[in-house]
């Protein structure tokens, strides 16, 4: 109870002060060094070409074709860069790529960090989510009355009290608030990044790695960094076709990495893989049958077995490594130019 | 007969080039110069805490709070600023803030542009678009059975048929293509940024207008840029606070500017407005109604009130300046830098 009092607490001090909600320009840091940059920009990788009816685009044009599947991809490239490595960052559930770009407390984003340590950034949001765009048709479909409402597919938001739990900011499990590295004083701005999770309007399951594949083939060096339900993005890409992937970060993966084949275990051992945790992964989540300790123990199988077959596969789990109160956003903790420094080290070393 | 026959021809041969969909990274351009930054990044201004039900979530949590209204910015400050105006840019409809980043062709954005012209840049995905996120409550009410189908708000898509003769690429008024300044040979990457107009989620009309404010107040000196169907937000973002503004820019603004009322202009008149309109502004629109003529004339009776009244209204109707071609896209088109250097050379002169 007096957990949950606490908790209680937290959360209405976090609401009360939503009246002063919007974060001020002052807020946001600015690095003593400028940017150097070659370029900028962004663009679409995929999407196909969808032809559809009237009542699909929302009963205003006769039957035509528009894009669906695309990907958005932002991205930095800095004037020196140490080598033609670039960091493709995926974002994780109800969230896009504002993940990686300026903290909840205007800190450098991990886009800007690591071009900044001289490689060239890119950031995508997921198929079906933010700029990447979804598709509507099924609502269309329901909103003329041509489905069922209960056809339509499930587009779900994470409330901010689950978030406290799950993305490990407050835990209940150590009956007290953690000392955690997230920016407590930035919630209400972190809570703002949060959407609708439309991806389940992507009919295609695996176009995500589709994309991700043209990608890497055209960048021809990558490291696929995912964090949470992307987490075996990277994976997933790399045994559609290994062509243009160094390797595989994976930042607290969600599901479990413990159902691959040994085929799909060979397939993988000859690029280096990267597991990271935070701390507190025993705490309780608020998810019905959702336990980070479980992700974690299933990921690390993966990584063990990969190490077995001779694979430059590492975990970094971060307590152990002393390095405590880490939440599950390890891109916006307060020391996370710390955990980009462990990567690139990571990287630097077992890159083949 | 023979009009549509051509335009037919155009749409056949754009979609059978769409087996060779995705944009290749060397088809983006890159400057000779570095761009030098001071900061660049991205953060969220308004936005209220609401408490949604279980089922407005999508079923899978208990009642609990998210964030609504917020509206996602995108910015890049030079390390070198001509002064201290910060040019804000407001995308149209079924579009994000893409559209002031690279080009479909893969030239620099406006964005880019403009800050290695001295000036930051802020880009922002209005409220209930793209990284802003929308309210999905009546979606998944709707999925629950609680409101009926056609309760749901509309969520809008425009074919690629229609964006070719709505946006001026193609024209059947002049009997023939249109020689378009838009690079017609990436109209299928054009496409991909086009996405579900969800604006209808947002249920305070003016919520975009209060967080254009926040912005402008915040920034204390910006010149607010809209296009198509945003092109009244400017005006309307003023007529509520003109605090931190510093100019309107309206880009082939859609609706009508012949609706304000004197007491309206008159509070208007001591900022300087700019009306910008490309080619081709009489040919068909193929949306029943819609005639870019009309917006034309509407958003110009506005220039000349505003004039009559002693302020610094102008309009740059392009082919009567002898530039001739543009699109509705003018931060697409070929000559989408001259277009800016009129723009800055506007500002330079008008400002206060």
Redesign the interface.
Known sequence: MAVMQKISLL?SFI?IC?FS?????S??K??AE????????????????EL?TRSE???????????VN?M?V?F??P?KQVDSTSFVFIHGITL???TY??TPD?R??WN?YFARKGHATFVV?QVGI?????N?KA??R????EIE??E?P?????????TLLNFRFADSLKKALVASKFPAEAY??F???????TAATVTSPDVNFRNLS?LAK??KHTVLVSHSQSGAFPVQTALLNPEGIDALVLIEPGGTGANYTDAQVAKLKNIPVLLVFGDNIEAET??PGHSWKEAYDGWNSLIERLKKRGGKAETFFLPQMGIKGNSHMLMMDTNNQQIADLILAWFATNKN
């Open positions: 959360i609401f939503t909600f919007a974060q001020k320009w807020d946001i600015t690095d400028p940017l150097v940059l070659k370029s900028v920009g962004s663009f679409y990788v995929g999407g196909e070409t559809q685009m929302g009963n205003f044009f006769p039957e035509g074709h528009i894009t695309q958005y932002n930095m490239v004037q896009s790529g504002k770009e300026t205007g450098m984003g800007e949001d933010g700029r990447s765009g979804f509507a609502y269309n329901a909103r003329n009355k409402p209960s339509l499930l587009l779900f938001r994470i409330s901010d009290e689950n209400t701005e809570s703002k990044q949060s959407i609708p999770f043209l055209d960048l608020g998810v």
